[in-house]
């Protein structure tokens, strides 16, 4: 008996594999993947509608072939609230038509105002895109101006911190007087013209430099 296992599919294409084996760690490395193609300079299609350019990123309604159900000067929100009521009232129309006349020509003539209604929805929806871009930008930049004010507060933190350590380290090392500075020196040495030392080779030096020279000539 075959065990029933779940399949998982992916609800995307998987990517071709003629590109993936091309852009290889190793051919990367080599510098042997293709390179991206070039910027398009002119006209092309996408999607089965031609394209330039030059156009606006948001193209007119009168430019992609469709008739213009409101004025050139108009609030965004009332008229997406009128093309939603029309939108409604178009539908519970064609319901009507589905019911009674099922054969009737107008049903094509519904499906046709409710595809239009559609597209001007759309497209006063793509007219908010660069608004929403701006926002979008605004928040970003607030977030990031937020984040750096807290991580230099934190810096200024630790950095009295530290201040405020080497102060009481310098505040608890003891306080050294004359003697004790005179007596951590070296002393100064007489030295005739000769270069020889004026009283004698172990007269008027440190402890520890005759220990030094003890050590020297042993060797």
Not at 36 to 43: E, F, G, K, N, T
């Amino acid at each position: 008996m075959a065990n029933a296992e779940a399949i998982q599919v992916s609800s995307l294409p998987l990517p071709p594999a003629q590109y993936i084996n091309l852009y290889t760690d190793d051919n990367i490395r080599k510098n042997r993947a293709p390179k991206p193609p070039a910027p398009i300079q002119d006209a092309y299609t996408m999607f089965g509608s031609p394209f330039n350019n030059d156009d606006n990123i948001i193209r007119p309604l009168e430019i992609q072939g469709f008739k213009r159900l409101y004025p050139q000067h108009f609030d965004r929100r009332k008229e997406l609230k009128k093309l939603n009521h029309s939108l409604l009232v178009n539908f519970l129309d064609l319901i009507d038509l589905l019911v009674h006349y099922p054969d009737s020509p107008r049903r094509a003539e519904k499906i046709d105002d409710l595809n239009l209604l559609f597209v001007h929805i759309h497209h006063l929806l793509n007219e908010f895109r660069p608004h929403q871009a701006r926002e979008t930008l605004r928040v970003m930049m607030e977030l990031q101006k937020r984040q750096r004010i807290e991580t230099a507060q934190r810096f200024q933190n630790h950095l009295e911190k530290v201040r405020e350590m080497v102060k009481n380290a310098f505040a608890s090392l003891p306080d050294l007087t004359d003697a004790d500075r005179m007596g951590g020196g070296l002393e100064p040495m007489d030295v005739g013209e000769a270069g020889d030392l004026a009283g004698g080779r172990g007269e008027g030096c440190h402890p520890l430099d005759r220990l030094m020279c003890e050590i020297v000539d042993r060797m």
